[in-house]
């Protein structure tokens, strides 16, 4: 199993954003930068097979840019545990709730996607693991999905993964 940690794409600001936090939106350049970074996964030859996000706008717009631009057939699931302060261990019974071949996005935000990381890989948050807006990781579960026993396969900023689309 797969599980790509996908960090959402940029966002408004908060300064100039007048409505609640959970509803501040993707820019425009977001959008298209999101795109490009999806793109890029594909030319990796990454095709989901599930995609979830946290409920905050931000977070579903990204889903559903990673689901559309990926030809997904399925709908953006859309669950508490990717939210900004959920715990990040609570993330497994969703994981191992699908086929062992899975290759799922998990789109959310940070702190909560590094600190996901660093459960998977290490059995605990580790210091360090942040993913930039539109950045991806990928864990690789060789077994059912457990704390401490992903394999880190790789941390790809977005400016990375937009120049693998561009070849």
């Known amino acids: 199993m797969d599980c790509l940690l996908f960090r ?3 966002a408004m600001d908060r300064e100039d954003w007048d409505g609640p936090e959970a509803q501040r939106p993707l820019t425009s350049k977001g959008v298209e930068k999101t795109r490009e970074v999806v793109a890029g996964l594909l030319t990796l030859g990454i095709i989901p097979t599930h995609v979830f996000s946290s409920p905050f706008t931000r ?3 990204t889903a559903r840019i990673v689901r559309d631009t990926s030809r997904l057939r ?3 699931q859309i669950v508490d545990e990717l939210l900004p302060d959920a715990p990040p261990d609570k993330l497994f019974p969703i994981l191992g ?3 062992e071949h899975s290759r799922i996005v998990c789109v959310g ?4 996607l590094g600190e996901a990381a660093g459960v998977m890989v290490f059995g605990k948050p580790a210091g360090g ?3 930039k807006k539109a950045g991806v990781c990928c864990v690789r579960f060789e077994h059912a999905p457990r704390p401490g026993q992903g394999m880190l396969r790789w941390w790809l900023t977005p400016s990375q993964l937009r120049r693998l689309r561009r070849g």
Do not use: F, K, N, Q
Request: proline share 11%.
């Open 8 to 10: 959402h794409g940029i």
């Open 59 to 61: 977070a579903l717009e």
């Open 74 to 76: 399925g709908e953006v």
């Open 97 to 99: 709730s699908l086929p």
């Open 109 to 112: 935000h940070e702190p909560h």
């Open 129 to 131: 693991l942040s993913l």
